[in-house]
Structure formats: structure tokens, C-alpha cells
């Protein structure tokens, strides 16, 4: 039995905090279906950059390349700008591994008291597929009149044939797997260059999947329909901002950003994939042991899956949703007052039967 | 006394049901007020497009500069290209006069169900300014490669230093006369151009406002929010982009698009302002009588105001709270089955007394 190899980054708050949860998790588990995880951590974060100036050492990229799979906690510190948290760390891997697809499940669980007054645990449940790597979060851009009364700032949005078809793909397979229905996030009727252009190339990657309903919603309306009737959704697909937009607030009709998992997928495996809660680094609840760990623990089910594990995956989520079902206990951010290492517990003792 | 001309514009499907309830309530605001309104009807719309091959003739802007507003129903028809319906009208004429702030009211009404469980009436009540002549919703982009599979569609956000000072001073004046709190939606941790600069001209026309706090959100967060604590906005400013998908999402909260109303203002009253529901010309429900006026209503409250008549537009956002509080008439999307003439007629009726 060879042990998967996991590059861990921890990073800052409750990045630390929710991590060596993940580990528990996935040492119970990995019990029961003779697995083994073999963790490289690395100190990466906004302390870092702190003490040393940068967020991770010049070869970072290179040194994850052997892995498995990269599990990331939490990056970002007061008073450490964006541009140097994220486009140091965060961005930087998810491009160069080609992590194009950012996967967001959400769901209503059973015991979660959504803020839709006609959320129906179980009849929520949908994905966000998020193009990862181009789109709105492009570095093309600039200032031009610094200072001056015509000053100005642009910044080019890029959509690439070969980008969106792939992302495509994944998420019409995605539904073809799941409830065989998905819906495309547009803007087409505002944004008159890029959004045209996805909407044509949804309509000819449909072509291929013939066994999936779809359909397209403008942003605005679908944000909207999200909030007024969010169980007719089951695919959603979206650019890189879209996506990202509707994962957030998909987050927050589930109940809870502390909920939230991502993966940051390479689905062709050429590259490591890297598996991240949606939440942050939270500094205002850091070091009080009180963080919600389900974030980063439903992304380490969607790394089981990934490694090949589906049933260990769904075991994760199962104890995930017993305890929510069965049990008063949850993190404060879900209203109760279990800390991460009694949530963790109570979930792995369900694992353990 | 003098009647205020309005140029007004019902355009396709049910723009022509509420655009003559408007006619009615400003009828029975302004015998109270000694105000009168003279209407020119134009016909833009699809229907003249598939008759005549253009939305509006080729000086409708020209025709309509003496105004003193515009009042429009809702422009769009199956079959008709966005490009042409939304690019051949709505958007020219915001642009032809510099209608720079998209005004958006959000309020949750006593008596109408918000989806969300912990919406009170009365504590969510706050106002989207929305910048709107650039950012993303720019005509610089294009496509290049077309049909290889090298092909690639770019578009450019352009946000210049009068066009945001002009529209975040607008947001601070309206923030310092409403709650004093301003929150200004941004995603400068992953758009790193366009949205820096925007916080740059936040901070610097803050200090113009030393009366208003201020805050910023990421769109992503920022969304989340409003789902899970609305009542925390009084005025929130965002890009053209992030303004629509605020107050669609924010007319969702308070229960249905059918009630959320919007003025494209020029401030400055060098050219006139135009108001309109935020709702479509919903094709479906066309032709049946059914559809709420109440976004189009509010839309003249917002022009009553622009005009110099506050009180005569109080009494009209008064009129409409109370029909839905002290009665049962509504109409099918708030979950009545009120008719759009028996709601405007109990709406009226209020105004009479
Ligand atoms: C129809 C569309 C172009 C328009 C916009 O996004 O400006 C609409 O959604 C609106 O909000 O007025
Ligand atoms: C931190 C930020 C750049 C990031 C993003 O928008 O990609 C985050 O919001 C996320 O969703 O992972």
C-alpha cells in the first residue's frame, strides 16, 4: 500500500486552525479503506512574507510539482495587501498547474438553518463550476494620467476558445453525471465582446452532450433566482468573477461561509490539483479555536474523490450531515457554540462505526 | 402653473400594462399638488424594430433632449437580440445623457414576504447607486482567430477618474443624507486593475465626506451579505457591473423584481433623467393584465422627486406601503391575484384621502 503524497499549506488564522482537522478527518477514514496520506507542510503565508518578503520561496511552484495533491488551509494577514497574499501564492498555483476548473459544491444540510425562509434541506444541492485561471482576472491592464483629471484604468477581460471550451466540458459531463441539467452564467446582453462569445461556445459544446437540459441566465437575474428559488439549480457554470460570485453566495443561501469547499481541479492530472475552504483566513476569530473546520473538511472529501476515493469521500460527508442531522453540535459561526476540535471529534467518532 | 413634459416610452409587453398605471397615480398625486404632466408617447420598442428594422429613429436621443424626463416601460421581445433591444435604446440614451448614476431603492415592505427568514420590514430599507456610462460594460474588445482554434474574445473595463469621483460623490452626498454609512463594492484582490484604482478614489473622496463612514466589500462577500444581513446597508456604490448585480440580488430580498424601481439620473440636469422598472418586458405574462406596477410606480415616485416634489413622491411610496400592509391586494408574483388596474386602483384610492 503506497501512501498518497499531500503538499499541506497551512497558512495564516484559522488557515492553521481547520488543517490539522483535515488530518484527523483523513486518518479515520483512511483507516477504514486502507489509506495513507503522507503530509509535507509548508510554512507559506502572510507570516512568512512577514519575516522573509515573500509569501513563498522563488521555486514554490516547482517544489509542489511532485504531489499528489496540494491541500491549502487559509492565506491572507492584516495590514499584507491582496497583490502579495493572493497573486503571491493562491493565483500563482492555480495557474501554473492549470487548475482551470474550480468546483464549489453547495447544500442545504439537514440542521443548518439556511437564511431562505423556503430552503428545504436536501432539495438544495447544486455545483458551481468556476473557470479558474483566465476571464475577468487577467493581469492585461494599466493606469494611464497618473494623478491627473483624465486619469484612467483598464483592464482587459480575456476569454480564450480553448479555455472556456474545457471548462465547459467538465461541467456538461458534470451534469450529465449529476441531475442532467446545467445552467450557463452570462452578461452577454451588457458586456457585448467576451459574454457573446461563451454563450456561442455553450451552445456548441451542447452539441456534444446531447443527455443535458441547459440554459443561460444573465448574472443579475441569476443571482436573483439563486435567492427566490435556488432548487431548480443543479450545474452552474460561470466565468472566473461569475463563478466566483456565485459560489459566495451560494455559500451564504447553504447558511454558512464556513461550509464552503473548493477544489482547484487539473482534470487531466498532469498537474497537482489543490483543494481549499472557500472561507479566509478570518484573523477576527484566529487562534480562539472556534473556527468551523466543514470548509476544510468537505474539500478534503472532494481530494478523496479526486485520488480515486469516492467512497471515503462520501463517507466524509456523510458523518458531515449526520452530525448536523443527529446532533446540537456546531461551530458559532452556525449558531452553536462546539469548537473545531469538538466538531471534528464528534464527526470522526461517526467515521470510526 | 406649468405641466412637467414627459417623454414617455412603453415599449413591448407588459412596459405598455404599467406604463398606464404610472399615468393614473401621477394623475391623483398631482391634483393633490397642483402638478401636471404632459405626455408624448413614442413607440420604440421591438415591435417597431421588426416593423421598421430600428428600436427608435436615428435622432431619438435628439428627440428627446427637451424633455423634462423619460419615462420608459421595458424594452424586449423573444426573437430580438439583446444587441439591438438593450444597444438600439436603453443604452444610448443613458449614455447620450450622461444619466452617470443608476439609482436603485431596496426596501422590504411590511406585508410582503422576503425569502430570506430574518427579513423585518422596515430594517431592510437601503439604496444601490450604481455607476452607469463605463467600466465593464465597454464597447473596446473584440474578437480575433474566429472560428480556429486559436480564437479568443477580449474586452476592456475602462474606469476613469471623473467618471468614478463623479458617481461616488453622488453616493457619499446621498449617504450624508440618509443613514451616513457608504459601502463600496469592489474585487480589487483579484481584478487588479480597474479595482484598485477604484478604492484609490474611494479613500480620496472619503475625505470630502468626513460625515459618512465608509466601508468596502469584495462583490463576492458583498452578495453573501446581503443574503445574510441586509439590514446592516444604507447606501452601497458599485461599477456598472457590480451595481446590477447588487440590485437585482437586492430586489430579490425584498421579495420580487416586479417592485424594484430605477432612475438613470444626470444630476447635474444638463440633460433629462430617465426612470424605469427594473423588471423586463416578461413576454410570458404580457397581455394578461397580471403584472405588478409597483417597480414602475416606484420609478415615478424617483422622478417625482428628480422634478423638485418630494412630498408628492413620498405619498406615493407611502400610498404603495400601505395598500400592502393594510390590505390583501397584490398581485401573482407577490402571491395575489390582484390585477395591475385593481392594485393601481387601491393604490389611488389611498392618494385620494
Ligand atoms: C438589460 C441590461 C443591459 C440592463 C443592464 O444590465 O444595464 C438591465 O439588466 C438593467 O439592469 O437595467
Ligand atoms: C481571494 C480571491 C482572489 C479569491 C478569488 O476571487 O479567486 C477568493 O475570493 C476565492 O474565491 O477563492
Redesign the pocket.
Known amino acids: 500500500m503506497s501512501a498518497h503524497r499531500i503538499a499541506s499549506i497551512p497558512g495564516d488564522g484559522i488557515g492553521r486552525e481547520v488543517t490539522p482537522a483535515v488530518y484527523e478527518v483523513l486518518e479515520a477514514v483512511g483507516g477504514r479503506h486502507g489509506l495513507e496520506f503522507a503530509y509535507t507542510e509548508f510554512d507559506w503565508s502572510c507570516e512568512r512574507y512577514l519575516r522573509e518578503g515573500a509569501m513563498m520561496p522563488e521555486d514554490g511552484v516547482d517544489r509542489l510539482r511532485g504531489f499528489d495533491a496540494v491541500f491549502l488551509g487559509a492565506v491572507g494577514a492584516p495590514g499584507v495587501p491582496d497583490h502579495i497574499s493572493l497573486w503571491g501564492l493562491l493565483i500563482p498555483i492555480r495557474r501554473a498547474f492549470r487548475q482551470y476548473v474550480n468546483l464549489r459544491p453547495i447544500r442545504v444540510f439537514e440542521g443548518i438553518d439556511s437564511p431562505l425562509r423556503a430552503a428545504r434541506a436536501g432539495e438544495i444541492d447544486f455545483v458551481v463550476v468556476r473557470e479558474n485561471v483566465e476571464g475577468e482576472y487577467s493581469e492585461i491592464g494599466g493606469r494611464l494620467n497618473r494623478g491627473f483629471p483624465e486619469e484612467m484604468a483598464v483592464q482587459e477581460a480575456v476569454f480564450t476558445r480553448a479555455g472556456v471550451t474545457r471548462v465547459l466540458d467538465y461541467a456538461f459531463a458534470l451534469a450529465g453525471r449529476r441531475g442532467g441539467h446545467l445552467t450557463s452564467a452570462t452578461?452577454s446582453?451588457?458586456i457585448v465582446h467576451t459574454l457573446p462569445f461563451w454563450d456561442e461556445l455553450v451552445r456548441e459544446r451542447a452539441e456534444s452532450h446531447p443527455g443535458v437540459r441547459w440554459d443561460q441566465e444573465?448574472i443579475?437575474a441569476l443571482c436573483a433566482k439563486l435567492v427566490l428559488d435556488p432548487a431548480r439549480f443543479d450545474v452552474i457554470v460561470g466565468s472566473n468573477l461569475f463563478g466566483d460570485i456565485l459560489s459566495d453566495l451560494g455559500a451564504a443561501v447553504a447558511g454558512s461561509i464556513g461550509i464552503a469547499p473548493s477544489a482547484n481541479l487539473n482534470p487531466e492530472r498532469e498537474h497537482p490539483s489543490m483543494f481549499e475552504p472557500v472561507h479566509g483566513s478570518a484573523p477576527d476569530i484566529a487562534g480562539r479555536g472556534i473556527a468551523n473546520p466543514m470548509g476544510a473538511i468537505w474539500s478534503a472529501a472532494l481530494m478523496l474523490d479526486h485520488l480515486g476515493h469516492p467512497e471515503a469521500s462520501a463517507e466524509v460527508t456523510g458523518a458531515m450531515a449526520a452530525v448536523l442531522a443527529e446532533t446540537d453540535t456546531r461551530t458559532a459561526d452556525l449558531g452553536g457554540s462546539a469548537t473545531t476540535a469538538e466538531f471534528t471529534g464528534e464527526l470522526v467518532r461517526r467515521l470510526g462505526r
Chains 1, 2 share one sequence.
Open positions: 452578461k446582453n451588457g444573465h443579475d
